[in-house]
Nanobody
Framework: QVQLVESGGGLVQAGGSLRVSCAASGPGRTFSTYAMGWFRQAPGKEREFVAAISRSGGMTLYADSVKGRLSISRDNAKNTVLLQMNSLKPEDTAVYYC???????????????WGQGTQVTVSS
């Protein structure tokens, strides 16, 4: 069992930057056994994949819409995963969710544990 808590969301102007964090907790040293992902969901839309990072942090994967602007990283010693967001656009406005998976996947159904989400709003 892994508990995930996101933080760092907020309001930012278009072109600005924001960093959202996810803190993981659970029994034993389980964090490093999970691939971690970020997803987002805008009002009236389905939850969509944003980025993923492998267990060691050696591999990353990004949605085409965020490549070159968003960057995922993790610190297994601190049980945290970060999403650095630069050059933000109004279309990036959504609730951002952190998730953990035992598989290497981009699909919502492939993730086993989810945080409660943090709101990111980009004004034009």
């Amino acid at each position: 069992q892994v508990q995930l808590v996101e933080s760092g969301g907020g309001l930012v102007q278009a072109g600005g930057s924001l960093r959202v964090s996810c803190a993981a907790s659970g029994p034993g040293r389980t964090f490093s056994t999970y691939a971690m992902g970020w997803f987002r969901q805008a009002p009236g839309k389905e939850r969509e994949f944003v980025a993923a990072i492998s267990r060691s942090g050696g591999m990353t994967l990004y949605a085409d819409s965020v490549k070159g602007r968003l960057s995922i990283s993790r610190d297994n010693a601190k049980n945290t995963v970060l999403l650095q967001m630069n050059s933000l656009k109004p279309e990036d406005t959504a609730v951002y969710y952190c998730a953990a998976s035992r598989a290497w996947t981009m699909t919502v159904s492939g993730y086993d544990y989810w945080g409660q989400g943090t709101q990111v709003t980009v004004s034009s």
